[in-house]
């Protein structure tokens, strides 16, 4: 017996169909993850201009690193043997956005939080989420700009740090549906 057939039939078969449904989800998660270039993404820093940019009305859909909505997630999938650099990129990010002289970029320091998740990810990756909320809509997140701005000398050792940790990333922005944290409405007692 293979253990699959002491299951009736019907439970084979559905007990398959899960099987395969599952597997096509996770390579269709998994390429979507990995298809997208991390690095292109963020590019290093040029030049800050001599005149200020105009303030951008919506968000281009080409920097993963802007948002509209009032939250979102940003989830780094890093090479395992360069999560130590990275880390430490995170460290300086850190101390960039408490030291900047730009009011926008303590706004967005104020609502960004960095978690690294307990187990591994795909291909033995380390996941960090960046979980942002709120979000400051139309700031540009972009996180060799910020270190640019503060260690523009620096940023020339970091940034390699970073590009080479990637494997993928991902981005979703949110939309609240439920805040658990406040008090539930009263709901009207049943019709009698």
């Known amino acids: 017996m293979t253990g699959l057939d002491c ?11 899960a099987t395969i449904a599952a597997a096509g989800f996770a390579c269709m998660v998994s390429s979507q993850v990995f298809a997208q270039d991390a690095p292109a993404a963020a590019q290093p820093p040029a030049q800050p201009p001599a005149q200020p940019a105009p303030a951008a009305a ?33 460290a300086k990010l850190h101390e960039a956005l408490a030291n900047s002289d730009k009011p926008e970029r ?34 540009d997140y972009t996180i060799s700009k910020i270190l640019a701005e503060v260690f523009p000398q620096e940023v020339q050792q970091l940034f390699p740090m970073y590009r080479d940790a990637f494997a993928g990333l991902a981005r979703a922005e949110l939309s609240l549906i439920q805040d658990f944290s406040t008090p539930a409405p009263k709901s009207a007692p049943p019709a009698r």
Do not use: C, H
């Open 58 to 90: 919506a968000v281009p859909a080409s920097n993963p690193f802007m948002f509209s909505s009032d939250a979102a997630m940003l989830t780094f999938y890093i090479k395992a043997d360069k999560a130590a650099d990275f880390e430490k990129v995170m």
């Open 7 to 17: 299951w009736p039939v019907r439970g084979r078969r559905t007990g398959v169909l």
């Open 106 to 139: 303590r706004q967005q320091a104020a609502g960004w939080k960095l978690y690294k998740a307990a187990d591994p990810g795909p291909n033995n990756s380390v996941l960090y989420i960046n979980f942002l909320s709120p979000t400051l809509k139309g700031g």
